[in-house]
């Protein structure tokens, strides 16, 4: 197959990058916002733990297990009627932030969990015998001592996200899952289909690469 | 300072129920620096971490500066807390933070004065526990006994009465253990402060402590002060961690004991008849000779004494004149054969 590449047109691929990269900021921004206090609330409640609680951790852990084990394609049909009665559309930029989000705050929620798990319990005792609240042990111990692993779990995510962005392109969500879709499945262009996985590969790359840099400042051990 | 009465704490692993403390009563006068040794599994941990409640007992009483802390709120605790330093085994530093700022953190979390008088009074524990040089580097940088530098400043920042020291020594090597310990006896002198160290090495009870508690299986079987208990020490528990120390059981081992033809004595002196030459007079007096089979002579915190095993060769009577005789200068006579 004869590959032709003067045919591609790079303004609409600048567009649908641009139009990833905003689905990405801001799923990822909603994603952390809501999924850190959800794992800083699932590590919280577990068994010895701050504020044991096995009654909200199961529920919480239950919730978070159900949104995990639904396939993304799947919950972005299901989420549509909710998208649209959220943010008044389940098209474009806008249309695929919530689904992005409900798809990656547990995930997120789960990483951070782990993270947390691995601040030494000798070091929040000694923090505690100085008499300090709980709400100090989170703000001061918890999350400054976990944050290589919060910036990890931060970067995953991101990546994460770039494949759903991806994905949802499928139900019209813009970007370059949208433009490969279109193109490079409907039309047969291999070429817009070849730019965007490159595109995609950049991004992932950039991302892993950010974070490794961003973890590795933060790790003080 | 600290009266415990009757504690009792039983863990409950996997439905079996493991019990830690059985019965613990003592009191810590102000000043004092109150040891409690114990061999692994004994409860020290367990006792020590309800002085601050991180343990809540089962029943029992637990009065810091004559309050019962058992029944206090969560915030009155906190400040109960804030007035009990503690320091670590392990030390749990926050990695995150420098030196400084692991100081800094109690008074971040007391909101106690400005951010000057913070670094300011930062920059006095350093002082004190000999780390200004290292303040703004991060515990992964510091040797074990640096770190535990930064443990007890930290635990001394909020200036608080009580100090817990949950095995202070145990991860590091002798002569960091002595320099450790000479900085906490210090800190007891010149702050007043009241110390309870746990430890299961006699060596650490008898370079610093006043008075001693051994537990054995969540029972205090001994209690006293340090050169009574550390000298004539009764339960069998105490004995062989005493021995361990003194290398009694080297004696044994080595077969002196067995092969002496004299009678054997094992001799005991503090305070001033350390220095004096108990030996030579006694042998010149009632005419006896001797050989030495074991000797220490050395210190309780600040009080020397001597440990001698004796053989002496001589006529019976002058043998019992002469064990009147070093009773009346105050030394303890056992005799071993
Ligand atoms: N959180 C816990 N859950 C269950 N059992 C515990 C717990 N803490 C202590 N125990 C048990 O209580 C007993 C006393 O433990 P403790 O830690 O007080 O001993 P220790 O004297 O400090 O020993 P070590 O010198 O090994 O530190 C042990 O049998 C221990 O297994
Ligand atoms: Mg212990």
New interface residues.
């Given amino acids: 197959m004869e590959l032709d590449w003067s045919l591609l047109d790079w303004a609409e691929i600048g567009v649908a990058t641009w139009d990833t990269l905003r689905m990405l900021g801001w799923s990822l921004f909603f994603t952390v916002l809501f999924g850190l206090p959800l794992g800083v609330l699932l590590f919280l409640t577990s068994r010895r733990q701050l504020l044991a609680n096995g009654w909200l951790n199961r529920v919480l852990s239950f919730v978070a297990n159900v949104l995990r084990s639904v396939p993304f394609l799947i919950l972005l049909v299901v989420m549509i009627p909710v998208t649209a009665w959220l943010v008044g559309t389940s098209l474009g930029v806008e249309g695929s932030i919530p689904p992005l989000v409900v798809g990656a705050t547990p995930f997120f929620a789960r990483l951070v969990e782990t993270a947390l798990r691995e601040v ?1 319990r ?2 929040i ?9 709980r709400w ?1 042990i989170v703000w ?2 918890l999350l ?2 976990s ?1 290589p692993g919060l910036m990890a779990a931060v970067t995953v995510t991101a990546i994460t996200l770039v494949s759903y962005t991806a994905m949802s392109g499928v139900i019209g969500g813009g970007g370059l899952g949208d433009l490969a879709i279109r193109y490079g499945y409907q039309r047969f262009q291999t070429e817009v289909m070849i730019v965007t996985v490159v595109i995609l590969i950049a991004m992932v790359q950039a991302l892993q690469m950010a974070g490794d840099w961003l973890v590795a400042r ?1 790790s ?2 | 300072m600290i009266r415990l009465e009757n504690l009792q704490k039983t863990f409950v692993v996997d439905g079996r129920a493991v019990p830690a403390l059985n019965g613990i009563s003592l009191d810590v006068p102000e000043g004092e620096v109150f040891g409690i040794i114990g061999r692994s599994g004994a409860g020290k941990s367990t006792l020590i971490r309800m002085l601050n409640l991180l343990e809540r007992p089962d029943s029992g009483r637990i009065a810091i500066d004559g309050r019962d802390i058992t029944g206090l709120s969560d915030a009155a605790l906190r400040g109960v807390r804030q007035q009990i330093g503690m320091v670590f085994q392990h030390f749990n530093l926050l990695s995150s933070r420098t030196v400084a700022e692991n100081v800094r953190l109690p008074l971040e979390l007391t909101a106690s004065g400005s951010r000057a008088e913070q670094d300011a009074r930062v920059a006095e524990l350093l002082e004190l526990v000999g780390l200004a040089a290292h303040r703004d580097k991060y515990p992964s940088q510091l040797s074990g006994g640096q770190k535990q530098r930064v443990g007890i400043a930290r635990a001394l920042a909020n200036r608080p009465k009580l100090l817990l020291c949950d095995e202070a020594t145990s991860a590091l090597d002798p002569q960091t253990t002595q320099s450790i310990l000479d900085l906490i006896a210090d800190i007891n002198r010149k702050l007043n402060l009241t110390v309870v160290l746990i430890t299961h090495e006699m060596g650490v009870i008898r370079r610093i402590a006043d008075r001693v508690a051994v537990i054995d299986g969540g029972r205090i079987v001994e209690m006293g002060p340090v050169a009574e208990v550390f000298l004539h020490p009764q339960h069998a528990a105490t004995q062989s961690m005493v021995a361990e120390l003194s290398h009694a059981d080297e004696l044994a081992d080595s077969g002196l004991l067995d092969s002496a033809t004299g009678a054997v004595w094992r001799l005991t002196f503090v305070g001033a008849t350390t220095h004096e030459p108990i030996l030579f007079d006694t042998a010149s007096r009632y005419g006896l000779s001797f050989s030495l089979l074991q000797g220490t002579v050395s210190r309780l915190k600040d009080l020397p004494y001597g440990q001698l095993v004796v053989e002496w060769h001589g006529e019976a009577a002058r043998l019992a004149e002469a064990r009147e005789g070093l009773s009346a200068r105050n030394v303890v006579v056992e005799v071993l054969r």
């Fill in positions: 030494d000798g070091v005792e000694a923090v505690q015998s100085l008499g300090a609240t100090q001061k111990v400054p001592e944050r933060v003080r051990k």
